[in-house]
């Protein structure tokens, strides 16, 4: 049971657009940044947005993050086959005093 | 570039010992927070450990207090994970990644990440 909660997975047709939840609490999201990361099947994470909603050097506006109270969101437009990976937000947890991670959500381009 | 490479995991029984190495390069590796996160066999992503730049603070989740130390040398530019009392379930990938720079104590992230090193736990 994952400290953060995401839907298991997403689906989209090339092209579209779409959104990816993580749900926390006061502990965590809501007051501490997030970060989320793009996992492509036999690799290893890698950072896609932090501190909420900046891109790292290298990483299309395409990808965007937002949050909202204790909830923060990623969304993804003009999807291409190429996105299709697991998705995990991140934050620290003040009360657990450790990382935390969401379940991940498993994105399919249809 | 910057370049993590974590190795030392093999299969091994279960309360046997292992310790987990990570070498750095491409960056100045004591400038750098590091950490450990791991990943079960078909499941997400687990924090495991984290250590300041100059060791002088740690931390650990609760599944793993009291049988993993993680600890580091600057002069080798390496990152360690010693882990006893092996069980079934720390069966995964360890990955070693480093915290992202911020000038924020309540900001987290990862900014780059090994390719991870894989611990069995069987009898």
């Known amino acids: 049971q994952s400290v953060l909660t995401q839907p298991p997975s997403v689906s989209a047709a090339p092209g579209q657009k779409v959104t990816i939840s993580c749900s926390g609490n006061t502990s965590n999201i809501g007051n501490n940044f997030v970060s989320w990361y793009q996992q492509l099947p036999g690799t290893a994470p890698k950072l896609l947005i932090y501190d909420n909603n900046k891109r790292p050097s290298g990483i299309p506006d395409r990808f965007s993050g937002s949050k909202s109270g204790t909830s923060a969101t990623l969304g993804i437009t003009g999807l291409q086959t190429g996105d299709e990976a697991d998705y995990y937000c991140g934050t620290w947890d003040s009360s657990l005093t450790a990382g935390v991670f969401g379940g991940g959500t498993k994105l399919t381009v249809l | 570039e910057v370049q993590l490479v974590e190795s030392g995991g093999g299969w091994l029984q279960p309360g046997r010992s292992l310790r987990l190495s990570c070498v750095a390069s491409g960056f100045t590796f004591d400038n750098f927070g590091m950490h450990w996160v791991r990943q079960a066999p078909g499941k997400g992503l687990e924090w495991v450990s984290t250590?300041?730049?100059?060791?002088?603070?740690?931390g650990y989740a609760d599944s793993v207090k009291g049988r993993f130390t993680i600890s580091r040398d600057n002069a080798k530019n390496s990152l360690y994970l010693q882990i006893n009392s092996l069980r079934t379930e720390d069966t995964a990938l360890y990955y070693c990644a480093r915290r992202g720079i911020t000038t924020v104590a309540n900001s987290l992230y990862f900014d780059s990440w090994g390719p991870g090193t894989l611990v069995t736990v069987s009898s």
């Open positions: 250590i300041s730049w100059n060791s002088g603070s740690t």
